[in-house]
């Protein structure tokens, strides 16, 4: 078992009052399993994925990332997990406009201190990987909307994590843009027993998927 959450609870205060999101919330997540997690706007998907990513920290629960409570650590203790162990892709690439493609899949290497020479040959075959081995100079302003998630994709990957958090990935995506991008995520995930837990609305994307759960006022139902 890659991933356990226990009895998660997190509030938010708004105008002096604690607006509860999620309450109580429990899942498991195998390695290289694929979890679609869906739910209307505001039932607390993107909120789960950022406490799984040590993004936000809950007001109770447990978070077990093989077999360890990652909850108790320190913020520097837990900036270096999220670089090891975890991907993040989100609805927007957050690229550097003024850096290469090759250079924003390169950066969270770049900033784990990793041996230039090797993250950069490793940033080129992810490259090959999505299929965008001919656009390692261009800029993210001379990419596509559907290129440049792909390189958000692959920037997500280069650290080798454990766990990819997708966030609506494909959201801003035209269908035909979108399904390359997911039958790419999936085939990575399968070939490399690789763990997602993806947030969308997108049912076909989310029947992809090894299981689907659903959020409702604050808790997790498997559909």
């Not at 520097?76 to 975890?86: D, E, G, M, Y």
């Not at 957050?94 to 969270?108: G, V």
């Not at 656009?135 to 920037?155: K, M, N, T, V, Y």
């Amino acid at each position: 078992m890659l991933l356990k959450v226990k009895d998660l609870h997190k509030s938010y205060s708004l105008s002096k009052r604690e607006i509860p999101v999620l309450k109580g919330v429990n899942l498991e997540l195998g390695q290289g399993e694929i979890i679609a997690v869906m739910g209307k706007s505001g039932a607390g998907k993107s909120t789960l994925l950022n406490i799984i990513g040590t993004l936000d920290k809950p007001q109770k629960g447990i978070i077990e990332f093989n077999g360890e409570n990652i909850l108790k650590y320190s913020e520097k203790q837990l900036a270096n997990f999220r670089n090891k162990n975890i991907g993040f892709v989100f609805q927007f690439h957050y690229l550097l406009p003024e850096f290469t493609a090759l250079e924003n899949i390169m950066l969270p290497g770049l900033i784990r201190g990793e041996n230039i020479p090797d993250l950069k040959d490793r940033a080129k075959k992810i490259l090959d990987m999505i299929e965008l081995g001919d656009r390692e100079e261009h800029r993210s302003g001379e990419l596509s909307g559907g290129e440049q998630q792909r390189i958000a994709f692959a920037r997500s990957l280069i650290n080798k994590p454990s766990l990819i958090l997708a966030d609506e990935p494909s959201g801003n995506l035209d269908n035909t843009s979108s399904d390359k991008l997911h039958d790419i995520m999936w085939s990575f995930a399968r070939e490399n027993n690789t763990s997602f837990i993806v947030v969308t609305h997108d049912r076909t994307l989310a029947e992809k998927a090894d299981r689907i759960i659903n959020i409702v006022d604050g808790v997790i139902y498997e559909m």
